[in-house]
């Protein structure tokens, strides 16, 4: 059986920047957003690990699925965010159930 | 002299800093031993909410009087200007970026809750009095240095993100640590020494303890940003050592303006030798993010907390007490 | 009436209650402040376990009557009772669905542990005394308004998910709080006043200040579920705030009926005003899926629970003191 | 070098209802899965966050590996599951290693 | 708009082995990894659940966004690691923003 | 006898033990009530923090003897010798294979923490004095057995991956735990009874409490591991009861042998009885992956430590007692 396609788009983001990250993507006109806590990474900008003492380097992931176009729009969106803040954004394709909703 | 070299030994053969060496040498050595996130950040909420009450009971008891204006007035003088010496210093003497030099500069300026925490209990211990006030320094002392960070910063190429000013004013501004320690402040307060007496052994009892508990994790921490050194190189190490010096020198001459009693200089000598790892991290991410992170928190957490919690508490204190003291 | 007043100002100027109003400040004001979830989890675990570890070594000291038979019998009535008065309220006065009003009246039917716990440290300090059992009874109130709630529900079109029913069946009799405060309570009863003697300072001594850090917590959570309150309309927040009062005010005769203490009295009035969070949210998502968690939680967390908190617990001791009172 | 493709079921659920969802999952058959703890998120039923305090509404996110005609399964199972349930099921091609383990 | 492809890789671990994987995958040239803490589990192996007493047998997830060459140097060192050790690796392709960093 | 058997019934009714009884409860009805990781892994450090400096403490009051020395000496000759008991008993009456018989062995000739801290409580409750330098000892007997398990495990066809071996060593030598204990003792015994002045409420008057909700965890996480007492069949399960009365046992000689009092060898015996579940599963789950953990943690978890904390401690203390006492 075939299904809607979708796309996913995953982002590592700082968790100072969370907030304007998720403003951002509800923006484009994404039905839902899902967030979860990172434990640790290392990216071009350094390491960092979840410590409780020092919280401002810590990264949150920010999960979204939503259709092709209100995808390029947050990508648009991001890579202007992505330039100046530590964190990657990418995004595939994924079969769903109920496609309305995205 | 031979009183300052006795409350030295007596600060290092304290268990909360003897907890902080074992994190240091459990980090450095590898060992898995981990303190969760969760009590971690537990533990801090703590500190903040028992000192903040504490300040604001012992307020409740003897009343408030000018001197808080007057210490409140010395802090944000100084959170305000120490900045500006950090900032020269970096920019003089390592290879630090302008942001990431403006950034670093503005912990100096502003204090570390657990400097604070670990020197107010040194000097109960030793005897020297402090007022409860200097707990709402304390909490007006972290953000005012953020402005001057941003402002050093401002004058680069790249300033400040226009688009982050929302979120900024609400951390500087509305920070956690600060209206916990505002509030705790107020509430100890207004419920004065009825308050106190239910919550004494919650507060006062089980202090000692979670702050060996804290300290633990701060070492482990500590340990981890160790690393960072290598990347500070020789000046920057030697300006994590010295700058908590010219913090805390520049406090005593305030404190003796407004005619500090020796307690009370010592405290604020401590806020102002010490460096923020909270709010200042926390807003410098948010409005400077091409600061590199991992220069101001190896400063801050490894070099200058480090250096605070065994030697330059002791000694401001020892300073206070001989220039103020009887 | 003065006394009821003075008592009122009390409770309001409680370290307790000024930390649930800084959370209530620091969420309206959007301030980074947050509590952990396993911080605020193993504080919610702390709290039941002591209440229920005190209840039954109290117990274990006056020995057992039938007055806790009838108290929990009563208890059991107005549990079952009471969720149908909130949803004829709900139906007749404000705009929201069934399934959503059969879920929120059984809120208001079960109970808040947090609200008793409170409660229960007012009255003490009043001098009002009331008994272990009471700790009984509070466990014994969570369950049956669920039932009723579901029986409400399932009168709409589609009723209760048969599929999860042995998931409800399990939430509905051995949810972790029942489980906790009962077990608690039986092994404080058990172990007596030895058992007490070594767990005083932490059932007791720790008790008012890890109240307090929850309930700053409770005041955090509330303050995010006010945005909650315009869904609900001015009718909705009306019920909030009257159904609570009908609950505490039916609990009125039936503790004069049975020959309860002031103070029991009191007890029973605290539970039965106060509308549960925990147990019967679970419930309910497990169960009646289709009714909205924002309305419930809502009214029972951001609406109810502060009004307890500063007027309700007072006013309802008050009340039972004038009544009942010698 | 192609290696075995095998398709990667995600779903997003409340806690109330992650014990039915793993067990309808496990009734068609994967041979293991992998559950998560959110922190926050949106969606058509409205806003969540993890605090401690009320649980009853908070999300877990359930990852499972299995082949097409699993997913299959799990996915006609699972559509009647969320149409009651809040939450959301999708799902993707992955190139597994060792892939008679799936 | 066309994006760079990406290889995303996905790996269940055990804690006590978790240092070992990021090794590997270090060693493989990744620009940068993020990992998060599994909750509960199962697998071939048996259950799992993330209790705080006996940590030994909880699970991390390693996501790691890299170039398909890098993608097949991991899968070939990870082949061997995950014979011996419990877990599963697998990828996917993504389109990315900023594809010189990967 | 008449002793014992009162020993033993107070044991069973001190809060500690119904706490983990009502965790078990819980877990085996499937009630939702849960731990957060993070706090129990809070608590669990507490103990480890707690223990550690209580014993340095009395150290530092009594001063340092060649006791401490012997007892060492004794427990690393348990730690190391036990694992080929319970080597040969594994693979001769049950059907476990070699490597998970390895491993398994290794987690009876290391120690429980917790299961020594309940003990202690008990000693010191039934006025049974022990030394605060078996803290050490506890700490030195944590990893000898794990070289033994992996000697063990060797001469099977698949040994310990030596690509693993850093991870391993570290992991033996510096694991979380021994660190921790270690540390805390050393800095009992640096700060002496002035530190402990300091710690006291923390270190002892929480002590009882935090224990309860630890072990309230334990059931929880004993009773879910209770499934795996099926695939381990019997034998295994007879194993895991008369292994610990054999470690026990096995103390008892050793204990006369260096003069030991009746507190201490009732310590060594129960260390001795005890089987690890922390430190020796990680370092198993990096040398042996092939061993089955559900085996060894089973073993640990849901039978032997169960026995220990109900019948073991007691039973232990009553023949130390009778057996070296006056
Ligand atoms: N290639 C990658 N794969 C997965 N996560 C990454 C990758 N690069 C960066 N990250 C995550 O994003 C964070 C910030 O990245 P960066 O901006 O490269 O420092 C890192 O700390 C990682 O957690
Ligand atoms: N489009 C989406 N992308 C990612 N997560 C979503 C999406 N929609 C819903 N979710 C998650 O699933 C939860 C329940 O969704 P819903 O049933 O739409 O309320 C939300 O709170 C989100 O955590
Ligand atoms: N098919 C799968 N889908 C998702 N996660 C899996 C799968 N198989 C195994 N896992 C995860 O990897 C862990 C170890 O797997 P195993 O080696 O199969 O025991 C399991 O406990 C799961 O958390
Ligand atoms: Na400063
Ligand atoms: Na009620
Ligand atoms: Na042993």
Known sequence: ?102 | MIDAIALALANLTSPAVLFFALGIFAGIVRSDLTIPQAIAKGLALYLMLAIGFKGGAAVAEVGLSTDLALAALAGVVLSFSLPLVAFALLRAFTKVDRATAAASAAHYGSISVVTFVAGSEFLTLSGLVWSGHMVAVLAIMETPAILTGLWLAGRASKGPDPEARPELVREVLLNGSVVLLIGAFLIGWASGPAGMARLDLFVNGLFQGLLCLFLLDMGLVAARRLGGARKLGLSGVIFGLVMPLIGAAAALPVAWLIGMSPGDAAALMILSGSASYIAVPAAMRIALPEADPSVYLTLSLAITFPFNLTIGIPLYASVAQAVLGG
């Open chain 1, 1 to 102: 059986m075939t299904r809607p396609i979708r796309k996913k788009v995953i982002a590592v983001v700082e968790t100072a920047h969370l907030r304007r990250l998720i403003d951002l993507i509800k923006s484009c006109g994404v039905s839902g957003l899902t967030v979860i806590d990172g434990r640790e990474g290392s990216g071009v900008t350094g390491d960092w690990v979840r410590d409780g003492v020092s919280e401002a380097v810590e990264m949150k992931i920010v999960h979204a699925v939503m259709t092709a176009e209100t995808a390029e729009r947050v990508f648009d969106k991001a890579a202007v965010f992505f330039e100046r803040y530590p964190g990657i954004i990418y995004s595939h394709d994924v079969e769903v159930v109920r496609g309305e909703r995205f």
